[in-house]
């Protein structure tokens, strides 16, 4: 593809559908729209090597808590939230960065009274989210997050 | 690296140096921030898989009319400006998307009367920029592009 234009509209993107979290998900209050891109099995596959999604996060609402291989790259649009990343909570709030490298636990969440919204870029070509092991629970649980973190807020992906 | 929050300034981010458009060329009018990462030799080097910058180019101000083979992938932040992508041009505004293919001709303007911001996400291990041949300016020639596109706005990258 030589490449496009994706004007935004008022709730999104144009020609870009509001999705929920994950298909075959309960309602969690998640948002997702897939602005450019979409997951590729290999590198060599046709389309985008990469993907940039926007998640938008009812108040309340949180991202999986979650880790892979795959790096995250967040800038916030709208709103406030917090970032747990690894063992470490932060108050984000518009145009904040924050980068989530490889096996790193980590969750979104709306702090605030409006939506709270986000691009992620991501490989196109990447690992599934693995469930946070018992020792992850542990460490949280030890942890400055641990009073912000829910990490059972959005359930495992029910299939891929 | 586990990750990292970089906090929104009001000039930019914590922590980055706002930089000209590139080491060693002359002032033209655009900002550079490297937010997160850098360029890599290669895949396998320490440092984040891939990049994320965001310039601010003055009124009157260009990025360079180029190609390579890595894809970006833009977000506008602020202001108003004109795409170029190959023999398209198109009015941008905050929150459009714009994604650029492999050796596609580009090049993003200020069209209005403040700066113009964008966030570009490029691979960390990328191709150089290459200067468009004979036959890309003869296409832009004959394009609508024309009456946009500044071909000669920024000089050929003086060092690497």
Redesign the interface.
Known sequence: ????????TERG?QGVEIEGYRPGSPDVGVERHT???GRKGAPGEPG???E?RYFELQPGAASRYEKHEH?H?V?V?RGLGH?V??E?V?E??????????PL?T?QFLNRGDEPFGF?C?V?ACRDFSQQPTEEDLARLAASPAAAIAKPFAVPPPTRR
């Open positions: 593809m030589a490449g496009k234009v994706i004007p935004a993107w602005i450019v891109g985008p090597g990469m940039l790096e790259y800038i649009k970032a990343v690894g470490q932060t984000i709030g518009p145009n904040d960065v924050i980068y989530v490298g790193t980590h691009y870029f490989d």
